[in-house]
Each structure stands twice: as C-alpha cells, then as structure tokens.
C-alpha cells in the first residue's frame, strides 16, 4: 500500500456545492475509516494546491468540516514588515467541524484574499481582526480557538465555505485582479 498523498479535485465558482449550506457532522462519523479518509484528502488535496485552509464543499462534500495549515514555508516571499502587518504566523494544521464562528472586537482589516474556488483572482476582502471559534476536532472533541489576524481571516473565509458564501460575496468589487495584475500592480499600489 502507498502512502503517497490522495488529492481530489478542487471544485470552482458556478458549482451548486459551493452555494449550499453544508450538513453538520454527525457524532456517528468521528473516528470512522471514512471519515478519516475525507480528512486525509482534505489535508493533502489543500497542501498540494497549496492553500491555507480547505472546506469539504471545496471538493464536492456539502459537510460541516474544514482543514486549516499557514506553513512557515508558505511566508517565505513575505518580508518581516508584511508579516507583521496581516499578523500572520504559521498554524499547526488542525480541523474543525460543525463550527460557531463569533467576531471578537477589533475592527475588520482590509486585505486581498483569494480562493481555491475562485482560481486565479485575488480582491480586497474586509474581515474581522478577532474571532472566536467553537468546534469540533477530527475526533469529535470540543475546541475552541481564538484568532487573530491572518489566523482569523482564514477562518472566517472556510466557514463561510461551509454556509455557502464566497470571498467574492464579501470583496470590494473594484479590487478583482488575477494573481499576475496582482503582481504587476495591486502589490506595489498598496506598498506605496
């Protein structure tokens, strides 16, 4: 038996799966061969993109689960200031299920975002700085999380996944760019 990575396809904008509201995890599934198995391909399907964070609408899964990673390798074209100004850090990868999102105070921040639904395009999405997460782990156990920054805003992007909602429902609409203007011109705009 391989133990090379299992990916799936990354559904796209226009796929009904994406415009629904997912199921709820039921307590039956945690710690079932499938289950598991759903959360492998999660994980793999997402580093392989790469993305930071996976829904399972995002392949096809209309369920209330989510896989979350920020790798210190995925910073690296990021200098200390930009760092610095997204507050992001790397996340361990973890997984929520059947999630209550709560915005904590601190005012929403601006920043482009993208999607791997949405590939190739990238706009200005405003999220909360703050949040507070309550979940379930991959084994059905309760957490909770609170985020900040880039942390926060990734939640808030996956569990909009999971009630149907798109960064494009939320962006600035004049801020739409694909990757390569991004490059050419939205970066160095928002330096100066």
Partial sequence: MSDAPVTAPIVQAGDPVLRGQARLVRPDEFGKPAFEALVAVMRDTMRAAPGVGLAAPQIGVPLQLAVIEDRPDYQARLDAAELAEREREPIAFHVIANPRLTILDGGDIEFYEGCLSVDGYLAKVARARRVRVEALDERGAPVVIEARGWHARILQ????????????????????????????????????
């Avoid at 909009?160 to 798109?166: N, R």
């Avoid at 609409?173 to 694909?178: A, Y």
């Fill in 157 to 192: 992007h996956e569990i909009d996944h999971l009630l149907g909602t798109l960064y494009i429902d939320r962006m600035t609409p004049r801020t739409l760019t694909t990757h390569d203007n991004y490059a050419r011109f939205a970066a160095r705009a928002d330096e100066e």
